[in-house]
Nanobody, 121 residues
Framework: QAHMVESGGGLVQAGGSLRLSCVAS????????MGWFRQAPGKEREFVAR???????TYADSVKGRFTVSRDGAKNTVYLQMNSLKPEDTAVYYC???????????????WGQGTQVTVSS
């Protein structure tokens, strides 16, 4: 059984930074890719970034240059460093684990509970 727990969300002013963490356990440890997604009220869940356990990363255009995804294999943890935050980054952020690489949420097999990020203007 895969299990992921996110943390690190909160309220921050525009231009500020937050670092999200996602600790994976169970079967998620053997999966190939970890992704970060976000969902704002009334909107569909959208891809933010993903990283393989070998360290290859991919970003959505909207966050490229501002967000950095990384992983610590020893701690079974994936991070999302978010800098230069904008009000439009406000959403619930989710981490997910999957066996194939991609940006479509439907291909990810296990999800965390989400953590709220609110950016004030």
């Amino acid at each position: 059984q895969a299990h992921m727990v996110e943390s690190g969300g909160g309220l921050v002013q525009a231009g500020g930074s937050l670092r999200l963490s996602c600790v994976a356990s169970g079967s998620a440890l053997s999966w190939y890719i970890m992704g970060w997604f976000r969902q704002a009220p009334g909107k569909e869940r959208e891809f933010v970034a993903r990283v393989t356990w070998s360290g290859d990363s991919t970003y959505a255009d909207s966050v490229k240059g501002r967000f950095t995804v990384s992983r610590d294999g020893a701690k079974n943890t994936v991070y999302l460093q978010m800098n230069s935050l904008k009000p439009e980054d406000t959403a619930v952020y989710y981490c997910a684990a999957g066996r194939v690489s991609g940006s479509n949420p439907s291909i990810y097999d296990a999800w965390g509970q989400g953590t709220q990020v609110t950016v004030s203007s």
